[in-house]
């Protein structure tokens, strides 16, 4: 008996360390992914206000906009966002759609296929960072898995969002900064880093944490490898120069120049990263923005009591709703008639995925444990894991940061989003596999992978977008009877059989 299991044992390890078992789960993720993006009307995590902006700059040529129309009041002040490139790029395939169709739907549909193209592109990124860090391809694969049902995964990479191309851009910087500390020290590789770290920033600016932690932390390891040796090693690295070195520095010269004309002018002219839409626009424009309508109605309801008290109270709130982020089923009903002050409709909620949430906050649990047991070992010899742990945490304190600030002025837990904390969720169910793996190692503890192996399988199997589906209803669709007919008929078979 012993000799089968560790014989059927030994077959499951290799078939999932396998490539093809890499490349089925990329293609489970599309066929979850892409049933979403052909039937889900604007999906709820602010489609509307990208495709917006995106169609407003596929009317110039220019990433600057000096002045927007009284219609565009609806997403605030456009002219200074400090989070702007993602729209502008996307505006050039929009436009190019454009010349091929009127229909709108079309368009949102061939930029969601984009938008899954960046996940997917990302996740075969981060597979090649966890190749340079020696990580398993056991490990890397199931961790994928596990990434990629998750249900806000599907859900957030089958619309139009710039963390989608964040997401992709997170394994390039993390590349490079692996690359930048390793021997022999090149240029291209800190200049590579650098100019895609302020890239992703001008794409979404919470990429700026990340991107701190990342710089930091190549900053001390090289100086704990160079010591006072490091300028005269810099300048050594510049010398052998090169056409690599000319196409890195004239790359970092325009991000330059865009990273200055955004952040730089926002900072030395209104003092701020991320400029309110008061302190640009008049109170009439911003009136019609509705986060910041929402944050000025909170104010002058203030009453001085904290709904969930101090720092416990508020912290146990954060956990419970990041956590259930990942497991919400939901969706944006955009109503017949377009009225203000609500143009764009609002949220309908369907639960939770139960099943994947239960099991996944085992999962969740037995992962914590394991890399506090593991922890000594994860960070021996391993500057990836020392990254990604640096990285993570500085990601997550800053978020509770900036919601319990942001609690304390409004009195509202507003803006705690599960998706903020996405682009180093895939390389942290890493460490933590490394964990798992490290402690199932030990005396006694060999039935630990077979365990986790089986809770993987009963979280993956009603994830990605199945509950979505089993749940949703004929107003979450684009107003098609062949959709909402196709849906119906998947429904009658998944619903009664959905937890």
Not at 114 to 134: C, D, P, S, W, Y
Not at 228 to 234: D, F, G, P, R, Y
Not at 465 to 485: E, F, G, I, L
């Amino acid at each position: 008996m012993k000799r089968w299991y560790w014989r059927v044992s030994s077959r499951i390890k290799r078939i999932v360390a396998g490539k093809w078992f890499f490349y089925g789960v990329l293609a489970l993720f599309a066929v979850h992914t892409l049933w979403l993006v052909f039937s889900s009307n604007l999906l709820p995590f602010d489609e509307y206000y990208h495709v917006g902006i995106i169609d407003f700059y596929a009317k110039q040529w220019s990433p600057i906009i000096t002045w927007q129309p009284p219609e565009m009041s609806v997403y605030g002040d456009v002219t200074r966002l400090s989070a702007y490139l993602y729209h502008y790029l996307m505006s050039f395939p929009y436009r190019f759609v454009g010349l091929f169709t009127d229909s709108q739907t079309i368009q949102i549909i061939v930029l969601r296929i984009m938008n899954l193209g960046m996940v997917v592109t990302g996740i075969v990124l981060f597979r090649k960072l966890f190749r340079l860090a020696k990580i398993s391809d056991g490990i890397s694969n199931v961790a994928t898995l596990v990434f990629v049902m998750t249900p806000i995964v599907p859900l957030l990479s089958a619309q139009n969002n710039y963390d989608n191309a964040m997401f992709m851009l997170t394994p390039l910087v993390l590349l490079y900064a692996l690359k930048s500390i390793q021997k022999p020290l090149k240029a291209t590789n800190l200049i590579w880093l650098v100019t895609l770290g302020m890239v992703a920033t001008l794409i979404k600016f919470n990429f700026i944490v990340i991107f701190g932690a990342v710089v930091g932390f190549v900053l001390l390891s090289l100086f704990v490898q160079y010591k006072l040796k490091l300028w005269v090693k810099l300048k050594k690295s510049f010398k052998p120069g090169g056409r690599v070195l000319v196409v890195a520095l004239a790359a970092s010269g325009v991000v330059t120049l865009l990273f200055a004309e955004r952040v730089g002018y926002n900072v030395i002219k209104y003092h701020e990263v991320k400029v309110s839409c008061d302190s640009v626009q008049s109170v009439e424009v911003c009136e019609q923005y509705s986060p910041w309508r929402r944050n000025k109605n909170a104010l002058a309801d203030k009453t001085g009591e904290l709904p969930y008290g101090g720092v416990t109270g508020f912290s146990v709130h954060w956990v419970k709703t990041i956590t259930k982020g990942y497991f919400a089923v939901f969706a944006n009903i955009i109503p017949d008639n377009l009225n203000k002050p609500d143009p764009y409709g609002h949220y309908e909620f369907a639960g939770l995925a139960r099943s994947s949430y239960f099991v996944g906050r085992i999962l969740l649990a037995a992962g914590l444990l394991a890399l506090l047991v593991a922890l000594p070992q994860l960070l021996k010899n391993s500057q990836f894991n020392r990254l990604i742990l640096l990285s993570f945490a500085g990601l997550v304190m800053s978020l509770w940061v900036f919601n319990f600030a942001f609690y304390l002025k409004y009195e509202r837990a507003y803006a705690i989003q599960a998706r903020y904390i996405l682009p180093l969720v895939l390389p942290m169910l890493v460490v933590m596999g490394q964990a798992i793996r490290i402690v199932s190692a030990k005396k006694r503890m060999g039935w630990l992978a077979s365990v986790m192996g089986i809770l993987i399988v009963a979280y993956c199997l009603w994830g990605g977008s199945t509950v979505w589906v089993a749940r949703s209803r004929d107003n979450w669709y684009w107003p098609s009877q062949q959709v909402r007919d196709f849906n119906n008929l998947v429904q009658e078979y998944l619903e009664p059989i959905t937890p």
